[in-house]
């Protein structure tokens, strides 16, 4: 009775803060829920018998949907006025950078927690050109704030841009032609000495390897996009490969898993061969696999993001690693649902959130009932669970990906298999050559030489399958009902229980 009642709790939590997020519900509502959820279970606990355990679920149930409508209702409260009052006025602003600038092609993002009248609220502002910019610097900017606006994406699809800076406390956008840097120093020591590391880490790296090699290698450990231009992002998308390069469970999932086998064949090779791990060397790839993880939350700043990928990817490989699907499951939702109730926005406006999710619970529940079909792979250096893994994330992501981007990639899963059992070994030869660099720049050049010839190899796959007419299509309405019969068919497909005659 307790797993049912977690488990009712947790759904109804979750229900509550999606239909909180879809429509406006007032208090008065909210409230009356809550009371007669209450009264409701209280009269049935005091009348416990075998008749009224159904009623009881039935009340906490409600109770939870009630509660999950009321912790987003309760974070959904607007800016503060004084920034109203002000919109459209081109003004002058101070304000601390809060977080890493996101250097563009042709601009610089800065998120600014902007000071007015004893007020604040965090802005994003676009600075044209480029700058040293950095974490924790006090700016001055002359600007325009304004509300931000959905746009429609190249597949045709609006993209709920309000929303999604709304989940991060951010109100206001604005752009400057003059920004000035007032003083330094400012925020936490940690992400200060954490951004400055991976700056310097970058700069050895591209010192031993030539762009756009380095480029990737960047969006391969950081997640770093924004040196991308148009024609390589494009690339990217075109052949479902833009996951490596994006901070979510999918592609941190996928390569801690690689690199987790990688390394028990090199510790116990005979074992991995045979299929039969010692525990040994099933234990140190553990290890290895989570040590990856943390590497990555680390080297990328400990941004929310990065942190929440890294507790979905953790929980997919103890799933993976030990066969414990169905605790490996509740830690899941366990997980998903405390995210939630810290921030009610992941739910419906984080897609980062979503994919990670989604591709966590495939490589749980899904990849083990794929692995049959994958017998024909030579377990070598781990390549048959990297494959499956590989490609049942791929296929429980891609309803998700259809309805939410509108892209279908055509040439996805065999660029992913090419591509895919080679990114551990690249990002540890990456990674060598950045941290041998930081200690003298010609101690990372042999790493970065080898990690060249692999990023090199990685981006000619990538090309030769974009370049291909038929590599991918848009899809621009892609119906939301298609997308639960799909999921409702996967689910189906993975808890069914065979029939004996």
């Known amino acids: 009775m307790k797993y049912h009642i977690f488990s009712i709790t947790i759904i109804g939590f979750l229900i509550g803060v999606l239909f909180r997020s879809l429509y406006d519900f007032s208090m008065f509502y909210i409230y009356t829920t809550i009371t007669i959820s209450i009264v409701v279970f209280v009269f049935y606990l005091i009348r416990l018998d075998k008749n009224s355990k159904v009623i009881i679920f039935v009340g906490v149930f409600c109770l939870a949907i009630s509660f999950g409508m009321f912790r987003f209702h309760s974070t959904d409260r607007g800016a503060p006025r004084v920034f109203e009052n002000v919109l459209g006025q081109s003004l002058d602003f101070n304000g601390i950078v809060v977080d890493e600038p996101d250097q563009r092609e042709k601009n610089v993002k800065l998120l600014v927690n902007v000071d007015l009248q004893s007020s604040k609220s965090k802005v994003l502002l676009s600075a044209n050109g480029y700058g040293d910019y950095k974490y924790g610097d006090e700016i001055n900017f002359k600007g325009t704030l304004e509300r931000p606006k959905n746009f429609i994406t190249d597949t045709g699809k609006e993209f709920d841009y309000v929303n999604f800076l709304k989940k991060d406390g951010i109100y206001y956008v604005a752009q400057s032609y003059e920004v000035d840097i007032i003083s330094r120093g400012h925020g936490s020591k940690i992400k200060r000495w954490l951004f400055a590391f991976k700056d310097k880490f970058m700069q050895r790296s591209s010192e031993a390897i030539s762009s756009p090699e380095s480029t990737l290698l960047g969006g391969l450990i950081l997640g770093e996009k924004s040196a991308f231009d148009k024609v390589m992002r494009d690339s990217f998308i075109k052949t479902g490969t833009i ?76 799933a993976r690693a030990t066969g414990r699907t169905s605790d490996a499951g509740r830690a899941l939702f366990l997980a998903g649902f405390l995210m939630v109730l810290w921030n009610p926005y992941l739910l419906v406006f984080d897609v980062s959130f979503q994919l990670s999710f989604i591709a966590t619970f495939s490589v749980i529940f899904f990849a083990p009932k794929m692995e049959k079909y994958f017998f024909w792979v030579t377990e070598k250096f781990g390549l048959r669970d990297v494959v499956t893994v590989t490609v049942s994330a791929y296929i429980f992501v891609l309803p998700f990906i259809l309805y939410k981007m509108g892209n279908l990639s055509v040439v996805a899963l065999p660029a992913n298999v090419l591509i895919l059992p080679f990114i551990p070994l690249t990002m540890l030869l990456g990674f060598l050559s950045g941290i041998f660099g930081l200690i003298y720049s010609v101690f990372g050049l042999p790493f970065g030489y080898f990690a060249y010839l692999f990023l090199h190899y990685e981006l000619a796959v990538i090309k030769f399958f974009s370049d291909l007419s038929f590599a991918s299509f848009s899809i621009s309405n892609f119906p939301i009902v298609l997308t639960i019969l799909l999921y ?8 069914r229980r065979k029939i004996t005659p």
Do not use: C, D, Q
């Open 243 to 318: 996951h490596i390069v994006a901070l979510s469970g999918y592609n941190v999932t996928i390569v801690a898993e690689g690199v987790m086998k990688f390394i028990s064949y090199i510790s116990s090779p005979r074992s991995v061969t045979m299929g039969e791990m010692s525990p040994r060397a099933g234990n140190f790839g553990i290890g290895s696999g989570i040590f990856a993880i943390l590497l990555f939350i680390i080297m990328t700043g400990a941004s929310s993001t990065a942190i929440r990928a890294g507790i979905m990817s953790i929980l997919a490989l103890f």
């Open 488 to 495: 409702v068919f996967l689910l189906w497909w993975i808890f």
